[in-house]
């Protein structure tokens, strides 16, 4: 006779992959998936090089400048690893139990890569600059400065914005305000709603006793598109504005360098079944993350 699981093996790996494509993933908003075939990458990618933005040009010949590489460390990719194991009579008076063990672990699997790129996330204000020698993914840059101390309110977030919609990118050029959302931990969850979800803010002082103001975050032109929970801050009084834009403007890189796998084995001694899945990822930080990401770094 058959042992057991081996007509279940086909239907869990197909739930198992099913699963794992169907996560919706509110971490991809920050970090662009990358999944190169090579032993390491760069820390940082090719850029055009402080100055040299663009110039008046007469018609004649232009002397080129060099694509510049800067930083030379290269990143290799961690590998992860889970093993689970059931024995053949559990999974005998458990129906369903392979194919429920196989969708818990591709739930798993999505959790692992979110937690690498909120972990980062939470790390920025204490995260060296891949490309700019002696200052933080947060500092105070020649370009304009996209850290903040304030705790979140209706003034910090808009002095967050008005910080970004002048700042500029390493060549001297404004950087678009467009495509933000507002990244929050937890505890400030609601708040961060009520900033950017709510059509107007209840009468304050500072309106002069009148009316409710117009919220100036709801809108299509604000600049900014929502709010996520980030559940990995490192304080529960930190926040951020981080352009999802595209996948260019994203400050991370989320580096899948092997995929997600599940490979099943049974034990010929037990005839129990060891689930093992792995993958090998590393986050990377972008040359230019500092021209879309503001981070407010509340002691």
Same mark, same amino acid.
């Given at each position: 006779?058959?042992?057991?699981?081996?007509?279940?093996?086909?239907?869990?790996?197909?739930?198992?992959?099913?699963?794992?494509? #169907?996560?919706?993933?509110? /971490?991809?908003?920050?970090?662009?998936? +990358?999944?190169?075939?090579?032993? #390491?990458?760069?820390?940082?990618?090719?850029?055009?090089?402080?100055?040299?933005?663009?110039?008046?040009?007469?018609?004649?010949?232009?002397? !080129?400048?060099? /694509?510049?590489?800067?930083?030379?460390?290269?990143?290799?990719?961690?590998?992860?690893?889970?093993?689970?194991?059931? =024995?053949?009579?559990?999974?005998?008076?458990?129906?369903?139990?392979?194919?429920?063990?196989?969708? +818990?672990?591709?739930?798993?699997?999505?959790?692992?890569?979110? +937690?690498?790129?909120?972990?980062?996330?939470?790390?920025?204000?204490?995260?060296?600059? !891949?490309?700019?020698?002696?200052?933080?993914?947060?500092?105070?840059?020649?370009?304009?400065?996209?850290?903040?101390? #304030?705790?979140?309110?209706? #003034?910090?977030?808009?002095?967050?914005?008005?910080?970004?919609?002048?700042?500029?990118?390493?060549?001297?050029?404004? @950087?678009?305000?467009?495509?933000?959302?507002?990244?929050?931990?937890?505890?400030?969850?609601?708040?961060?709603?009520?900033?950017?979800?709510? @059509?107007?803010?209840?009468?304050? !002082? *500072?309106?002069?006793?009148? =009316?409710?103001?117009?919220?100036?975050?709801?809108?299509?032109?604000?600049?900014?598109?929502?709010?996520? @929970?980030?559940?990995?801050? =490192?304080?529960?009084?930190?926040?951020?504005?981080?352009?999802?834009?595209?996948?260019?403007?994203?400050?991370?890189?989320?580096?899948? +360098?092997?995929?997600?796998? $599940?490979?099943? *084995?049974?034990?010929?001694?037990?005839?129990?079944?060891? /689930?093992? @899945?792995?993958?090998?990822?590393?986050? $990377?930080?972008?040359?230019?993350?500092?021209?879309?990401? /503001?981070? =407010?770094?509340?002691?």
């Amino acid at each position: 006779m058959a042992n057991v699981f081996a007509p279940l093996l086909p239907t869990a790996i197909e739930v198992f992959y099913q699963q794992l494509a #169907s996560k919706s993933a509110a /971490f991809e908003k920050i970090a662009r998936m +990358r999944s190169d075939p090579v032993a #390491s990458l760069k820390l940082a990618e090719l850029r055009t090089g402080g100055s040299a933005g663009f110039g008046t040009w007469d018609g004649g010949d232009v002397t !080129p400048g060099d /694509f510049t590489g800067l930083g030379s460390t290269a990143v290799s990719s961690q590998a992860y690893k889970k093993q689970m194991f059931i =024995s053949k009579y559990d999974a005998e008076d458990n129906p369903m139990v392979v194919a429920d063990i196989a969708s +818990r672990l591709a739930d798993e699997a999505a959790y692992k890569l979110g +937690r690498l790129v909120w972990t980062a996330l939470g790390n920025v204000a204490s995260t060296d600059h !891949p490309t700019v020698a002696g200052k933080k993914i947060c500092d105070a840059h020649t370009f304009g400065t996209n850290k903040g101390t #304030s705790a979140l309110s209706l #003034s910090s977030l808009n002095a967050a914005r008005v910080a970004m919609r002048g700042y500029k990118n390493h060549d001297g050029d404004i @950087v678009p305000f467009e495509g933000y959302n507002l990244f929050v931990p937890p505890s400030l969850e609601t708040m961060g709603k009520q900033l950017i979800r709510s @059509v107007s803010y209840p009468n304050s !002082p *500072t309106n002069g006793g009148e =009316s409710d103001i117009i919220n100036s975050f709801n809108g299509s032109d604000s600049g900014i598109v929502g709010v996520e @929970v980030a559940p990995l801050m =490192s304080d529960s009084n930190d926040w951020a504005l981080i352009c999802g834009a595209s996948d260019a403007r994203k400050p991370f890189d989320l580096w899948l +360098r092997s995929p997600i796998e $599940l490979i099943p *084995t049974i034990d010929p001694k037990t005839q129990g079944l060891y /689930f093992n @899945v792995s993958f090998r990822a590393s986050v $990377l930080v972008k040359p230019d993350c500092d021209t879309s990401i /503001f981070y =407010s770094s509340v002691a």
